[in-house]
């Protein structure tokens, strides 16, 4: 990766302009001579002119290009500002590289310009006295330089190879661009890799520097760089946007799409519901992909395949940026959640009695049985509880109940995962904002989670993950019951009993320095610890019974029949998932076993083997182990990186070499949530970032 600077253009401005090449000029009239005999008929193999100047001579034969013309074709004002619209990111990208080679090129005889894919000129600058030279012969703004529209040049032929391509003197095609001389290099999309546009550097060819072909591949990498922390930054931007959109779409499938119909995002729940209305022909939604989206009136004529995608109208919304387009949100309709009477959304008050009650917590383990009575005498007192615990141990199980038993059973029960959004999306999230609060702010404001929890209670889930710079702000509202919205002076002041839960150790996060002390001890002023799976004796048997009948009636299936052999490895198993890996083992078996009976066969690999699943292969001499794809590979690296950082992902992502908003997007795409407490495997998928549905 290049790094900010142009080492390459300081060269070009200090260097002493000279001959392309030791003996070019003796050579030119030899190429002359074999493109005379080449347009004349005369001769068309065998001539002594470089491979890739042969090629496109040949292109240009075939395009029937005047090899007489003195100019490239210009395109009409109109028509020039539209593509430089179509063009703002590439410009943007390209515009430190110019600015740095207009003052470094002036003197040097030569100039800088970029053009569209098509070879198109966007933008030029360098030496004035080449610029109005470079008129004579259309190379600038509006020029075309494509090779069917003005033969071989360093322009065209570079798009045409996809390659850097010098093009001097007499290699041009056409008679009045023979005494220039080009040297052009693509730029790549940072995406897909397609090429996006082009730099070149030319001058008259008794001026042009040797060095030149290298400081535009340079000078292209530069903007290739600078394009790709564009992208970036702006994809983020676009999922942010579509986490924004995403609490309005509960129940349907969500697919996000930048300007170029990239894909960012698409739930699970979005392929389902495709693939349940288009069955066979569904799109490619690998990230990256490019769909073209279609607007369709008729909601019932569908029409997908890998690229294209005809949709109902109202499926199409718009993902705004600074209050301009620059990307699609595709919402597929589900199943709707039923609004209440009053037609307040059911989100904001999840409290009901079957889930609020500690009678629902299965298990008699004496382990899980003092940790339910601590609980029961918490629940009636207006402070707040730390539910501390391993991943899948059940923690809002108990804070639900807490709710439910405690004096503000009547009001919302407001669940938010620290973790799931960008640190730069939490505050909003927390404490809302007014209108015009920020860029890309919706234009009616937002209520945060304590405003939606007042007279009820808010959950905050992995309340480890929350960054320090927010952490007074929580302390504030717990203080002084008063909050602000973001970009707002007023203040609101709320009642809410606060649960928080985490799994990490958070005494160790206030040792090192990534948790307040003050915050802590006041978040912890009573706490409960959820005993793991492997410590509960017995609830083993009494927890498979539970979720047996359960997901059995939920699937409208019997109850599978564990033999006698299955039971034991169940028992004797660690369950590093917890409570969550169990109910998800019974609830696969109930699904796959062809005749309703679970053996030990039935069992996933690392029950049959009596141990937990190891994180990495190891080949005992007989059959060599299934190689892992990269995708596979890629995110056992990043989980590794991350379990060996202690799950800070500044240190992770310098050790994997990327940006930390680069690694925030790998954990989306792979599921991956950061828990140095628990073994690899125990790796927490990433709920909810952008509206998973």
């Excluded at 564009?230 to 930048?258: F, K, P, V």
């Excluded at 059940?394 to 004096?407: D, N, Q, V």
């Excluded at 992995?462 to 007023?490: A, C, F, K, M």
């Amino acid at each position: 990766m290049l790094t900010k600077g142009s080492a390459g253009l300081n060269s070009l401005a200090t260097t002493s302009p000279g001959p392309l090449l030791h003996g070019l000029a003796d050579e030119e009239s030899a190429t002359m001579k074999a493109w005379e005999d080449f347009v004349s008929g005369s001769r068309h193999e065998n001539l002594v002119v470089r491979d890739v100047v042969v090629r496109s001579w040949n292109r240009c034969r075939d395009f029937l290009v005047d090899a007489r013309a003195g100019a490239a074709p210009v395109l009409e004002a109109g028509r020039i500002e539209a593509l430089r619209r179509d063009n703002r990111d590439l410009l943007q990208a390209a515009a430190a590289t110019l600015a740095e080679a207009a003052d470094l090129l002036a003197g040097t005889r030569t100039v800088m310009l970029i053009t569209d894919a098509n070879g198109v000129v966007l933008e030029t600058v360098g030496d004035r006295a080449t610029l109005a030279a470079a008129c004579d012969i259309s190379l600038g703004t509006g020029g075309c330089w494509s090779e069917d529209r003005a033969g071989t040049n360093g322009i065209g032929t570079a798009l045409a190879s996809k390659q850097p391509v010098l093009v001097h003197a007499a290699e041009h095609y056409c008679a009045g661009i023979k005494s220039w001389s080009c040297a052009g290099s693509p730029i790549h999309d940072p995406v897909d890799g397609s090429v996006v546009g082009l730099l070149d550097i030319s001058g008259l060819k008794n001026s042009f520097g040797s060095q030149a072909l290298a400081l535009a591949v340079v000078a292209a990498r530069q903007v290739e760089w600078n394009l790709a922390r564009q992208t970036e930054a702006e994809h983020m931007r676009l999922m942010e946007a579509c986490l924004e959109d995403s609490h309005r779409y509960a129940g349907d499938g969500l697919i996000a799409l930048d300007a170029k119909g990239r894909l960012l995002y698409a739930s699970r729940k979005a392929a389902l519901l495709l693939k349940s209305r288009m069955g066979a022909r569904m799109p490619d939604l690998s990230r990256g992909s490019r769909l073209s989206v279609h607007q369709r009136s008729d909601a019932d004529a569908l029409d997908g395949d890998r690229k294209r995608l005809s949709v109902p109208a109202d499926w199409v919304k718009p993902l705004l940026l600074d209050g301009d387009r620059r990307g699609t949100l595709l919402v597929i309709p589900g199943a709707r959640t039923p609004r209440s009477a009053g037609g307040r959304s059911p989100v904001a008050d999840e409290s009901d009695g079957a889930r609020s009650r500690f009678a629902g917590i299965v298990g008699g383990s004496d382990g899980l049985r003092l940790v339910i009575g601590q609980a029961e005498r918490l629940a009636p007192l207006h402070v707040p509880v730390l539910i501390e615990g391993e991943t899948g141990v059940g923690k809002e199980l108990f804070a639900r109940a807490i709710h439910g038993h405690s004096a503000v059973a009547d009001g919302p029960f407001v669940p938010f995962n620290c973790g799931a959004v960008s640190r730069e999306m939490l505050g909003s999230e927390l404490f809302g904002y007014v209108r015009g609060a920020f860029t890309g702010a919706s234009t009616e404001g937002r209520v945060g989670r304590f405003e939606l929890a007042n007279g009820g209670t808010l959950c905050l889930d992995e309340i480890g993950e929350l960054p320090l710079d927010l952490q007074p702000y929580l302390l504030r509202v717990l203080e002084e019951g008063v909050l602000y919205r973001i970009g707002d002076n007023t203040p609101r002041r709320v009642s809410v009993r606060l649960l928080t839960m985490t799994n990490r150790n958070l005494r160790q996060e206030v040792g090192a320095g990534r948790f307040r002390r003050d915050l802590y001890h006041r978040l912890s002023v009573t706490s409960l610890r959820v005993p793991p799976l492997r410590e509960r004796d017995g609830d083993v048997g009494q927890l498979i019974g539970h979720f047996n009948a359960l997901l059995a009636g939920r699937h409208g299936r019997a109850p599978v029949r564990f033999s006698a052999a299955a039971l034991d490895r169940l028992h004797g198993y660690d369950w590093p998932g917890n409570v969550r890996e169990l109910r998800n083992l019974v609830e696969r078996m109930i699904l796959l076993s062809p005749d309703g009976t679970a053996d030990v066969g039935d069992l996933p690999e690392e029950l049959r083997g009596g141990g937990a699943p190891s994180c990495t292969p190891v080949s005992d001499g007989g059959d060599p182990p299934v190689p892992m794809s990269l995708t596979s590979t890629e995110q056992r690296t990043i989980e590794s990186v991350i379990m060996a950082t202690g799950g800070n992902l500044s240190d992770a992502a310098a050790v994997l070499g990327i940006s930390r908003s680069t690694l925030y997007r790998k954990m989306n795409q792979y599921g991956i949530r950061r828990d140095p407490a628990g073994p690899h495997h125990n790796l927490k998928p990433l709920a909810c970032r952008y509206g998973r549905a």
